[in-house]
């Protein structure tokens, strides 16, 4: 937009948006108001709107304008301008009345926050605004309004305010608490039986304790301190404030992590919340789950606060146990979506008690874990009208599926044996929730156990026909995971394979038989090479079972990971004969002169190359040097197939990249017996990249250089490969957002040149595209994708570790000298990289990753980072727009001096991440 359109033509647009009929006027309205919105004259236009008040949908754009404008473009406005915004918006703020929409004093509230938090010369401007808006009752709501957003917004990541503003602006909030806390009194005592007010009230509390802006001193013996128990514990609270109490208590108990340094407030808060036993006791008797729900959070919250001295101090001051009965009492309630309130509690628990090793302790907590287990078992229970086998998906199935993962959590704690044992009741649902348990801790069964497991797999395997079908698919699953134990106990494997035999025939229960056997299969292996051929005939019918692609594939591959452990002789047969029907299917397709390719469709090859994936994959035989690979015939005979496939469906990447994970299986079952496959594979995998740019023959070529890459008569090839992947992936990369477009090809590029680097260093670093290569890394350095990102990292890693790396000492000195160069080149620009995709770019997980890099420069030359670093910390902005400081002089030299004397991996990510939020 070139220049400010009229306000007329402005208030046409958002009429054509609103009440334009016409789906095409609607869509050409808000691209033009969208915009508008982006440039620079939406200032002008957005103030000019809300003097005018024509209607409500102009002035609820021109709040949310004014509101995007200072929250994410407030860097557009020169600093003399800041004055006349603030005095603008203090004046809209004014004409605010009861009768104002709510969703225009929410955006007018969140862009004052938005500015105070802004402007750093405007100081005290939270006693301001309650100087000016405090006295009027009208306009308290809007006021509360940002004394509630205000504190929100101190972390937004669009404002980026950076360390030091946040401190400072956290700074004025304590200092200007005691004036809110006597304003929010006020509104207190005035509000009578508003419980709007009430509410509004406790959510201000809540926000000011999320930031530690409310010491205990200031709040501790106050009637605010009291207000959220004491709607919490009236029956007759309504739903709304009983809500706002419970958040408000949740923001406060989370706020005093530290325990020991609030002590009153904690005790405080502690006497509070066990006053609201009965509360929560109403609320099930009134089957007000929504109360019910708020009285767990607070619950829980309480436990997750007081875990250290629950933990360190069991059942003595803050460690009292009456918080854990708190937390069974919710277990206990009759809707799971309560207990599952309670599971983060749990989980940590699990991990301190886990940590501290201590037998006494564990034995202090058992009765509580074991009434955990109990309750847990109960919420499990399938309806008794239920009359089909378990759903894993939906709400509930995804509930059982966390209560699994809890279990095997806690489980330590009693342990495993005590969770084995059936139930005294009778009915099927009890049962089957009692299978349910023991399937998570089946894995923990030491294989010595010869009393409960031997009556639990007796029941199971004598199970009548007319047993519930539920009860039998959780008894498939229980016997899966039992496999470690049956492996030891082989006494009991002929039984078990009937049963998952009987079980793959019958439909419903096809896809769990099928995968317990593979769980059988795999770890079981060396004692059914016997099998071997009666599992061949079940894989040879297993398209007339109802399989998932899943389980069929499971089947595969434990079939696969015994025929590996067949004699020599019997392995090419076998695996011949596991390929044979996936080929022949594919064979089929492949010469079908068939239309597109829709997933899942009868003329998709994919399920034949991924049943052909999982063979190859397991099945892996020993193979001293000097011996033929056994498998290396059919494989031979397959790649004909194969590369046939990559040709026809070459432009089909979810295809393409399922041909490429069958030949990387087939490769790495043969490893360097593959060798005859390398010339042809590497001239396709060229030709079709060049055509089509599938980053997964970059993956596959770092497969290739993995195995190869050390052969030196394989080196020249593979070189010629990446030169000739090199082309094709530059143009596409240096396109307009070209690396945040193509992650994946950044991804799998950097992983290849890993390889090289990994395998035949000196050929890589003397090759024309090295330095292209290092370019590109460099600028990749701000990707924010997870595993581009960590790919890109670890290149560079390992590129500056090998000048140190001394295992081959015969060009040690040759790999040391040609690194030396290319980062006297390009150091300065990779360091500058690094240091500003901290401080700009990546969440701060993926810092980590960074360190790795900084911590092989220091390694490398430490004094040359140093100046290399001087050099990227001088060109830091260390001032925005209204002399907010991101970084003063003296944290830049505190930063640079921690940096450069770091001596550990961990000294060095820790000072990346403290030097990055000073952005943030």
């Not at 004046?91 to 225009?104: G, L």
């Not at 907010?884 to 921690?898: E, G, M, P, S």
Request: glycine fraction near 4%.
């Amino acid at each position: 937009m070139e220049q400010a359109p009229t306000l007329e033509t402005v208030c046409q647009a958002l009429q054509a948006l609103y009440n334009n009929p016409d789906t095409t006027g609607k869509e050409k309205a808000s691209v033009w108001l969208g915009e508008l919105q982006k440039s620079v004259f939406a200032w002008q236009i957005a103030d000019q709107l809300l003097r005018c008040n024509k209607s409500l949908e102009s002035c609820y754009f021109a709040a949310q304008t004014m509101r995007t404008k200072i929250q994410y473009a407030f860097h557009e406005l020169p600093v003399n301008s800041h004055q006349s915004l603030r005095e603008s918006l203090m004046e809209h703020a004014s004409k605010i009345t009861p009768e104002t929409p709510p969703v225009i004093v929410t955006q007018l509230s969140l862009a004052l926050a938005d500015l105070i938090l802004q402007i750093p010369t405007w100081k005290g401007g939270v006693v301001e605004i309650i100087q000016k808006f405090g006295s009027n009752p009208q306009q308290r709501s809007f006021l509360l309004e940002v004394l509630t957003v205000l504190p929100e917004e101190i972390n937004s990541r669009s404002l980026r305010l950076g360390a030091n503003r946040r401190q400072e602006v956290i700074n004025e909030l304590i200092a200007a608490c005691p004036v809110v806390l006597q304003l929010l009194g006020v509104c207190a005592e005035s509000s009578g039986e508003d419980t709007r007010m009430q509410a509004r009230i406790l959510r201000v509390i809540g926000s000011w304790f999320s930031v530690g802006a409310i010491s205990q001193d200031a709040i501790i013996n106050t009637p605010l301190l009291q207000a959220p128990f004491e709607a919490l514990k009236k029956r007759e609270t309504p739903s709304h404030l009983h809500e706002a109490a419970a958040d408000c208590l949740c923001t406060a108990l989370y706020s005093i992590e530290d325990i020991q340094k609030n002590p009153s407030l904690a005790q405080a808060l502690l006497e509070g919340v066990l006053t609201l036993t009965e509360g929560y006791h109403l609320s099930v008797a009134d089957e007000d789950s929504d109360k019910s729900i708020n009285y767990c959070r607070v619950f829980t919250e309480l436990a997750e606060a007081f875990l250290n001295a629950i933990v360190s101090s069991p059942n003595q001051g803050l460690g009292d146990f009456r918080i854990l009965e708190l937390i069974l009492t919710c277990i206990g309630h009759h809707l799971y979506e309560v207990a599952e309130i309670t599971f983060n509690f749990w989980y940590r628990l699990s991990e301190e008690m886990y940590q501290k090793n201590d037998v006494g302790l564990n034995e202090l907590y058992k009765p509580y874990v074991q009434r955990l287990i109990v309750a847990l078992s109960r919420h499990c229970q399938l309806d008794p009208d239920h009359d089909t086998i378990p759903d894993d998906t939906g709400d509930f199935g995804e509930f059982r599926l966390r209560v699994s993962e809890l279990i095997k959590d806690v489980a330590f704690i009693v342990g495993s044996t005590p969770c084995f044992s059936q139930t005294g009741n009778p009915s099927w649902e009890t049962s089957e929730a009692s299978l349910f348990v023991m399937t998570a801790v089946a894995k923990n069964i030491l294989p010595e156990e010869k009393e409960i497991v031997p009556k639990v797999l007796e029941c199971i395997l004598n199970l009548p026909d007319t047993v519930h079908i539920a009860v039998r698919y959780t008894s498939l699953q229980l016997i899966g995971e039992l496999c470690e134990w049956i492996e030891r106990n082989p006494q009991y494997l002929d039984p078990v394979l009937r049963f998952l035999l009987a079980g793959l025939q019958q439909p419903t229960l096809a896809s769990a038989a099928a995968n317990a056997l593979q769980s059988i299969s795999i770890q079981c292996r060396d004692h059914l090479t016997d099998h071997f051929q009666g599992l061949v005939q079940i894989i040879q019918a297993m398209d007339t079972f109802n399989l998932s692609s899943d389980a069929a594939i499971g089947l595969l591959k434990g079939t696969a990971s015994i025929l590996a452990r067949l004699p020599h002789s019997s392995i090419a047969d076998g695996l011949r004969t596991l390929t044979s029907f996936q080929i022949t299917q594919l064979n089929k397709l492949i010469n079908e002169e068939s239309g597109p390719v829709k997933q899942g469709a009868d003329n998709d090859p994919t399920v034949w190359l991924d049943r052909l994936a999982a063979i190859f994959r397991y099945t892996n035989p020993t193979v001293t040097n000097g011996q033929v690979h056994p498998c290396q015939a059919v494989i031979q005979e397959v790649w004909v197939v194969l590369s046939q496939a990559c040709n026809k469906y070459q432009s089909d990447v979810r295809i393409t990249e399922r041909c490429c994970r069958c030949i990387r299986f087939a490769i790495r079952c043969l490893g360097k017996n593959s060798a005859t496959l390398l010339t042809p594979l590497v001239t396709q995998m060229v030709q079709l990249y060049q055509v089509h740019q599938h980053s997964c023959f970059l993956y596959l070529g770092s497969i290739l250089t993995d195995e190869y890459g050390s052969e030196a008569g394989c080196v020249p090839g593979l070189l010629d490969m990446l030169q000739a992947f090199c082309g094709p992936t530059f143009k596409i990369l240096e396109e307009h957002n070209g690396l945040r477009n193509h992650p994946d090809t950044v991804d799998d590029l950097f992983r290849l040149c890993l390889r090289f680097i990994q395998r035949c260093p000196v050929p890589f670093l003397q090759s024309a595209m090295c330095k292209p290569l290092l370019c590109c890394a460099i600028a990749a350095c701000s990707l924010d994708h997870k595993d581009a990102n960590a790919s890109v990292m670890k290149f560079l890693t390992d590129f500056i570790k090998y000048s140190r790396e001394k295992e081959d000492r015969e060009d040690f000195e040759l790999r040391h000298s040609l690194i030396k160069q290319l980062l006297c080149n390009h150091g300065q620009a990779l360091v500058h990289a690094i240091i500003n995709a901290c401080i700009y770019c990546l969440p701060t997980y993926m810092v980590t990753d960074v360190a790795d890099v900084v911590h092989e420069l220091l390694l490398f030359d430490r004094p040359t980072f140093c100046v290399l670093l001087e050099t990227t910390l001088k060109a830091l902005p260390t001032e925005s727009n209204g002399n907010a400081v991101t970084a003063t002089h003296k944290q830049l030299t505190d930063f640079h001096k921690a940096l450069t004397s770091s001596e550990s991996l961990k000294q060095t990510s820790h000072t990346l991440r403290d030097f990055s939020r000073l952005y943030r």
